[in-house]
């Protein structure tokens, strides 16, 4: 039988590990509600992102609708369509309009040359993502919403632990949304947060993840429930002091994977960003169906005779899902529609090991060969 080789696997701390840090919890009953595990975990959190606050969440998704919910807005919301449905669902579940505008072609974040002109008396904010862990261009994008009053919020699920020009990732624009999902470079198990330099936020996104309560007798918002249980901080805590030799790890496999694909005409990835302290969190390449002599979808299947599960992310864009479809067009934003068609996001996980990496490049060595026969 074939050993499978999944795209991701999540990163976890020993089971003893872990028993010892939920241990206390027995003693305590506290397993909900701002606990001293909750409490633990933000501040580590703060001072690992580099950020002024962090209010901790459910999920990335929820981190998401809560920035948004803070910011009151009202309204468009210029964003990306090369991302997880999770942007844009929180984008129309929060009573916004979405305007997609498309990707740049070099690092498939949003083209700040087509930016402007999306802009219109409803535009109220910009919704970016630092796709794949690759930033943003954060100056011209602050530039832009200062020149027209808007809010910048950042779908960061892809940049845990990110420096840019050696500031936390999550310390730009109005609010950073983080996610720890289990997938996520660094999970507690289900979870994100949300990071904001303006702490008038921290009291507003305190009461809206617990109902609104701002006392025993008193409602002050119309919230959700989005709080992060004492279990899950339990393992962000403990997978926590794993995470600079989870990234390291990361590093030195996509050295590996690049090193052995550079010289493979027709497969291209994003260049090393300038400024940019990676956490190497996915490993997409684009596959030219001239150049190579086979399209992704038939690289993929390859791959998947060998045990091998790269994942098609993100293709289809968001635009292109059902329930976006009728409103919207892939066609308006061409290069995000190209990139989708062409992307295949390889196996990346802190304990993929080096045979695997180059079993995998050779699976890929193997197509071009055969096929320009
Ligand atoms: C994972 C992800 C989310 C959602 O985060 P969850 O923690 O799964 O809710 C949002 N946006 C992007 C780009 C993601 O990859």
Same mark, same amino acid.
């Given at each position: 039988?074939?050993?499978?080789?999944?795209?991701?696997?999540?990163?976890?701390?020993?089971? *003893?590990?872990?028993?010892?840090?939920?241990?206390?919890?027995?003693?305590?009953?506290?397993?909900?509600?701002?606990?001293?595990?909750?409490?633990?975990?933000?501040?580590?959190?703060?001072?690992?992102?580099?950020?002024?606050?962090?209010?901790?969440?459910?999920?990335?998704?929820?981190?998401?609708?809560?920035?948004?919910?803070?910011?009151?807005?009202?309204?468009?919301?210029?964003?990306?369509?090369?991302?997880?449905?999770?942007?844009?669902?929180?984008?129309?579940?929060?009573?916004?309009?979405?305007?997609?505008?498309?990707?740049?072609?070099?690092?498939?974040?949003?083209?700040?040359?087509?930016?402007?002109?999306?802009?219109?008396?409803?535009?109220?904010?910009?919704? !970016?993502?630092?796709?794949?862990?690759?930033?943003?261009?954060?100056?011209?994008?602050?530039?832009?919403?200062?020149?027209?009053?808007?809010?910048?919020?950042?779908?960061?699920?892809?940049?845990?632990?990110?420096?840019?020009?050696?500031?936390?990732?999550?310390?730009?624009?109005?609010?950073?949304?983080?996610?720890?999902?289990?997938?996520?470079?660094?999970?507690?198990?289900?979870?994100?947060?949300?990071?904001?330099?303006? *702490?008038?936020?921290?009291?507003?996104?305190?009461?809206?993840?617990?109902?609104?309560?701002?006392?025993?007798?008193?409602?002050?918002?119309?919230?959700?429930?989005?709080?992060?249980?004492?279990?899950?901080?339990?393992?962000?805590?403990?997978?926590?002091?794993?995470?600079?030799?989870?990234?390291?790890?990361?590093?030195?496999?996509?050295?590996?994977?690049?090193?052995?694909?550079?010289?493979?005409?027709?497969?291209?990835?994003?260049?090393?960003?300038?400024?940019?302290?990676?956490?190497?969190?996915?490993?997409?390449?684009?596959? *030219?169906?001239?150049?190579?002599?086979?399209?992704?979808?038939?690289?993929?299947?390859?791959?998947?005779?060998?045990?091998?599960?790269?994942?098609?992310?993100?293709? !289809?864009?968001?635009?292109?899902?059902?329930?976006?479809?009728?409103?919207?067009?892939?066609? *308006?934003? !061409?290069?995000?529609?190209?990139?989708?068609?062409?992307?295949?996001?390889?196996?990346?996980? !802190?304990?993929?090991?080096?045979?695997?990496?180059?079993?995998?490049?050779?699976?890929?060595?193997?197509?071009?060969?055969?096929?320009?026969?």
């Amino acid at each position: 039988m074939i050993k499978k080789i999944q795209v991701t696997q999540s990163s976890m701390p020993s089971y *003893d590990e872990y028993c010892e840090e939920i241990k206390d919890l027995w003693e305590s009953k506290w397993l909900t509600n701002s606990g001293v595990k909750h409490k633990k975990l933000q501040c580590k959190l703060k001072e690992f992102l580099g950020v002024e606050n962090v209010s901790l969440v459910t999920n990335g998704h929820m981190a998401l609708e809560l920035a948004l919910q803070s910011l009151d807005l009202d309204g468009e919301v210029i964003t990306t369509p090369f991302t997880f449905v999770s942007t844009t669902n929180a984008i129309v579940r929060s009573g916004l309009k979405p305007v997609f505008c498309d990707i740049n072609a070099t690092d498939f974040t949003i083209d700040i040359n087509k930016m402007e002109q999306l802009i219109t008396p409803k535009t109220v904010a910009i919704l !970016p993502v630092h796709v794949y862990g690759n930033v943003c261009d954060i100056e011209k994008i602050q530039e832009i919403a200062n020149r027209h009053t808007l809010k910048v919020i950042y779908d960061a699920a892809h940049s845990f632990g990110i420096k840019y020009k050696g500031e936390g990732i999550g310390s730009f624009g109005d609010a950073s949304c983080f996610s720890f999902h289990a997938t996520k470079v660094f999970n507690t198990i289900e979870g994100g947060a949300v990071c904001y330099g303006n *702490d008038v936020f921290t009291d507003k996104i305190t009461k809206i993840r617990n109902f609104g309560i701002s006392s025993p007798t008193e409602v002050e918002y119309i919230g959700t429930n989005a709080k992060m249980n004492e279990f899950s901080a339990s393992m962000g805590l403990a997978n926590l002091k794993y995470i600079d030799d989870d990234i390291e790890k990361r590093k030195c496999i996509v050295e590996r994977y690049k090193e052995n694909l550079t010289s493979l005409d027709g497969i291209t990835f994003a260049k090393k960003q300038a400024n940019v302290q990676s956490n190497y969190s996915y490993f997409p390449i684009l596959i *030219d169906q001239q150049l190579f002599g086979a399209n992704r979808d038939f690289v993929a299947t390859k791959l998947e005779e060998h045990g091998v599960y790269a994942r098609k992310y993100f293709y !289809p864009i968001v635009t292109e899902f059902k329930c976006y479809k009728q409103e919207f067009s892939g066609f *308006d934003t !061409p290069v995000a529609k190209e990139i989708s068609e062409k992307v295949l996001t390889l196996p990346l996980y !802190p304990k993929l090991s080096f045979e695997e990496i180059d079993f995998i490049c050779d699976i890929l060595k193997g197509i071009k060969k055969r096929r320009n026969i």
